[in-house]
């Protein structure tokens, strides 16, 4: 193991003279090395050059030396230490993993072996006691806190103990539990990881947490492909928003919730699916007014149909100003050329797009069917009438 000297520079400021005169006469260099202390005179210009001069081997990319190889030599004396990569055997609990490093401290070797050590955690770093199982070499082993989420007041963060029990957390981390708090567990109650802890006081508090934005799907119809493809293009990727709540608590229990504030910090990525818009005759058909209907994710659908002036219905929503058409096989489309469609708006809301049987659809309307059938759809068609409205 290398004996621990601190680095220093000496004399950093030199007029122009005297550094032609040191120059001349060559710097003075003190290298600690293994314990060992050697002293040389260099007239190199890099620390690199003046080790390399003097016959000191450092392995590039596990050895490390202070100050740096590419320092430049300006002063008249140096300090250098040589840390020289050792096997270290990492224990973190029942995983045991060796690294070759040159870091002294437990955060450079946890770094090198690509784990992450909290402030809580207990850390030992030991010269190795078994020759057989370790080799020879340097120990570190970890003693892992407990990780517990702890709300204080409605604001949740996950924190890390050592400690036994709910009553050592909270006076470790300076928690007083006032007259009008409430806790959810007892203070005796042992620590086990994954726990949850709550402190509330009667009355009204504000909290802001972080909650997931759903992605928008945008569909793009495929009338190669049959109805009930669907491949998606780009996936989605969910957003963040930062919702502030006025929370009020009565006897340590949630009461009511009013959200008072919100802001999107992640917009969400749309998701873009294709989806199959090629039929093969419609299953929906004058003469089979019910027709059963499972889409691309596996969800059936009790399919009906209706025949109505739809301007009305429409509405403006959506963007459609009540303008449809008529297609050749008797659907009713908007002028994005979407069928038409009545849902269950508490499942799919107006200006869903939807699947069915005949392509894609548009829920603008509802009707008494939503309530016995929630996935069922009624589709706009001009087949009774046949007037074209």
């Not at 990492?90 to 955060?107: C, H, I, Y």
Request: charged share 25%; glycine share 10%.
């Amino acid at each position: 193991m290398a004996l621990v000297v601190s680095a220093g520079l000496a004399n950093h400021a030199l007029a122009q003279g005297s550094e032609s005169a040191q120059d001349a006469e060559g710097r003075i260099i003190s290298i600690y090395d293994r314990g060992t202390e050697r002293v040389i005179v260099t007239k190199a210009h890099t620390l690199r050059q003046a080790l390399e001069s003097a016959h000191v081997d450092v392995a590039i990319g596990h050895d490390v030396v202070e100050p740096g190889l590419d320092t430049e030599l300006v002063a008249a004396k140096y300090n250098v230490n040589i840390y020289r990569a050792r096997p270290v055997t990492v224990v973190d609990g029942p995983l045991r993993q060796k690294v070759t490093t040159a870091e002294q401290t437990s955060e450079g070797i946890a770094k090198a072996a690509g784990i992450t050590l909290y402030k809580e955690d207990n850390v030992t770093i030991d010269a190795a006691h078994d020759l057989l199982r370790d080799g020879a070499g340097v120990v570190m082993a970890i003693d892992r806190a407990t990780p517990v989420t702890l709300t204080l007041y409605g604001a949740k963060t996950e924190v890390r103990t050592q400690m036994g029990t709910v009553g050592e957390l909270l006076q470790e981390k300076g928690i007083v539990v006032g007259k009008e708090d409430t806790l959810s567990v007892p203070t005796s109650t042992p620590i086990v990881a994954g726990m949850s802890i709550e402190l509330w006081r009667d009355g009204k508090q504000t909290v802001t947490v972080d909650e997931e934005v759903d992605f928008s799907v945008e569909k793009i119809q495929d009338a190669n492909r049959e109805v009930g493809y669907r491949e998606v293009q780009t996936t989605g990727v969910k957003g963040k928003r930062s919702v502030t709540y006025e929370i009020e608590m009565k006897n340590g229990q949630e009461v009511g919730r009013t959200e008072i504030a919100s802001v999107v910090v992640e917009e969400p990525k749309t998701q873009v699916e294709v989806v199959g818009a090629k039929t093969s005759g419609n299953p929906l058909t004058k003469s089979m007014g019910v027709n059963q209907f499972t889409d691309s994710k596996g969800v059936v659908h009790r399919e009906t149909y209706y025949d109505l002036p739809m301007s009305i219905v429409m509405g403006n929503y959506c963007g459609a100003g009540g303008y449809y058409t008529v297609r050749a096989d008797g659907a009713k489309v908007d002028k994005d050329g979407y069928i038409i469609v009545a849902a269950h708006l508490g499942n799919y809301p107006r200006c869903s797009v939807v699947e069915t049987s005949m392509g894609l659809g548009k829920v603008y309307d509802t009707g008494g069917f939503a309530s016995v059938h929630p996935h069922g759809f009624d589709l706009a068609t001009d087949w009774s009438n046949n007037n074209g409205i």
